[in-house]
């Protein structure tokens, strides 16, 4: 599976944006797709994760309310709507994927199958 992370820019405090991340090869439906972070300095964070079919999501308490993670199977594309950002925000951010759903948890980083490059996301305040 190869992951294509895309829609990050410069955004003000507040504002919102959309990331979307294709993925290619193997049926992507087939995979649990997550979203990460990381800031400068700062180890990778994990923010969202989303079933199989989309009907389970998984938030860190840190975005928790503010952003949203979706998938469309039809696409194979998995999208985080961010809102309310602020400028703690700033970050690359990364799509991964993986086979097991882990409810009520986040993935551990080492059952990350692939991950995407990422994009940055830059918030000004």
């Known amino acids: 599976v190869q992951l294509q992370a895309s829609g990050g820019g410069l955004v003000q405090a507040g504002g919102s944006l959309t990331l979307s991340c294709a993925a290619s090869?193997?049926?992507?439906?087939?995979?649990?797709m997550d979203w990460f972070r990381q800031a400068p300095g700062k180890e990778r964070e994990f923010l969202a994760t989303?079933?199989?079919?989309?009907?389970?999501?998984y938030y860190a308490d840190s975005v928790k309310g503010r952003f949203t993670i979706s998938r469309d199977n039809a696409k194979n594309t998995v999208y985080l709507q961010l809102n309310s950002l602020k400028s703690e925000d700033t970050a690359v951010y990364y799509c991964?994927?993986?086979?097991?759903?882990?409810?009520?948890?986040?993935?551990?980083?080492?059952?990350?199958?692939?991950w995407g490059k990422g994009t940055l996301v830059t918030v000004s305040s």
């Open positions: 989303v079933s199989w079919s989309g009907d389970s999501t």
């Open positions: 090869g193997r049926t992507s439906s087939t995979y649990v």
């Open positions: 991964a994927a993986h086979r097991t759903y882990y409810y009520g948890s986040p993935p551990p980083l080492g059952g990350i199958d692939y």
